[in-house]
């Protein structure tokens, strides 16, 4: 296979032309932000920080936190969405601010590390809580049952975005609904306030001191808000991009916030922070306390709805990224095709679907994939948003229908804050760390023998 020839995109990243087709309007966009942020996480994250926290009060700040600093990030990447609605998002942005390499290396972390491993662990999500309703229920069907998800929705996918957006919004809409009656059922049903003690841990008790416990909690639940910037990469499918890519960034992090402090706060209510470290089903725990076993079918429903959903949202904008390397010269050629009748990067799906199913067949727990790729990611989103300072100075009239709210401060809170939590949980798990960021390292011998090759090529 050769590679495409690289070419200078940098006039082209401001403009809204493009092959293919806008079927996603606002809503749609919005949907995908929140489908793809409400995944597994806020079923398998609350446990995880409820352990390392060891008090209620602790652990409602770290989701704070999180919220607070996404959304800080958020209104920088709607600047960027805005500007330059182009597909691929970070992809784009990151190669017009630092240029190919730097691109490149996100492009090669993202595919290699992070988004079909991300569709394998979510969909073996999905197969899991389906064995609730299904006995016996092997190891060998539970993984069949998550290739054949993942291979399903990846043929929707190629045959139009159009599908994939009506299955985004009806599981968006679901699942939101779901937690919604979770958290209605736990204010409402005699709810206990003692469960909210300890408020505060004992000092004794955090061995890594509070920075390092929050910080390691951070990266569970972090790893729940994931998906915020990914109307970013399905921009030039999105109607009317420069006014609905910053909204539909906003406004679905804004929802999925509330949503995440009021599910959250359910859980202890329920349960207690003691009781949600312990838990390995935290939301059907919380359910079966509530109105008894019924209460497990129902929220493994949720749950297959919204793992479901996420899977999809992968595959929506996954291939994106694929596409926009592809299409920068950064990948094989063949995978910027668009197929002629459905508009779609339909050689991109396939290859992100045949990855991810290969992914299942090796897939580790959701904790470690998450603490593996945390702190290479960060690196990207650290990056990216320091680019709003740079665009600002380099193209200061480049279209911007929405700037950054709150800016110097937002992003320079973002940029900070982010720093110090990206030392610290490199500090605090170097093993899980330094996997991640070895992968985004490796990118750099690649990525020149890539450019070798095709001047290699292009001089024979």
Known sequence: MSASRPADKSSDAFSTETELR???GPVSATTVIIGMIIGSGIFAGPSIVARYTDSSGLTVLVWVICGLMSFCGAVSYAELGGMMP??????????????????????????LAV???????????????????????PD???????????????????????????IQNLSTFLKVGGLGVLVLFALTMTPDFGQFNPVWPEPET?????????????????????????????????KNPRRNVPLSIILGLAITMVVYLLVNVAYILVLSNTGVAQSERVASDTMQQLIGPVGGAFISIAVLV????????????????????????????????????????SNAIILLTCGAAVYIVFLGS?????ASRTAALWLFYITNTY???????????APRPYRTWGYPVTPAIFVLIGVTFFVSIVVSDPGHSLLGLCITGLGVPVYRYWVQRWQFEETD
């Open 206 to 238: 955090l061995n890594l001191g509070i920075i390092g416990v929050i910080s390691l909690g951070m990266v569970a639940a972090f790893g729940a808000y994931d998906g915020w910037d990914s109307s970013t990469y399905v921009a030039e499918e999105i």
């Open 86 to 111: 182009r597909a691929g998002g970070v992809f784009v942005y990151l190669k017009e601010a630092y240029g190919p390499l730097w691109a490149f290396l996100f492009g090669w972390t993202s595919l």
């Open 22 to 24: 806008r079927d996603l």
């Open 387 to 397: 680019s709003i300072f740079l665009f600002r100075r380099s193209h200061p009239d």
């Open 306 to 345: 919204s793992t479901f959903g996420t899977v999809n949202g992968h595959l929506m904008t996954g291939p994106r990224l694929c596409y926009a390397m592809a299409k920068q010269g950064m990948f094989f050629s063949w995978v910027a095709h668009i197929h002629p009748v459905y508009k779609t990067p």
């Open 115 to 137: 988004r079909p491993a991300n569709m394998a662990a979510i969909a073996i999500v999905f197969s899991t809580y389906l064995g609730f309703f299904i006995t016996p229920y």
């Open 140 to 166: 060998w069907m539970m993984r069949s049952v998550a290739v054949f998800t993942v291979v399903m929705l990846g043929f929707i996918n190629y045959f139009g975005i159009r599908f994939g957006a009506l």
């Open 366 to 370: 959701w904790e470690t994939i998450i």
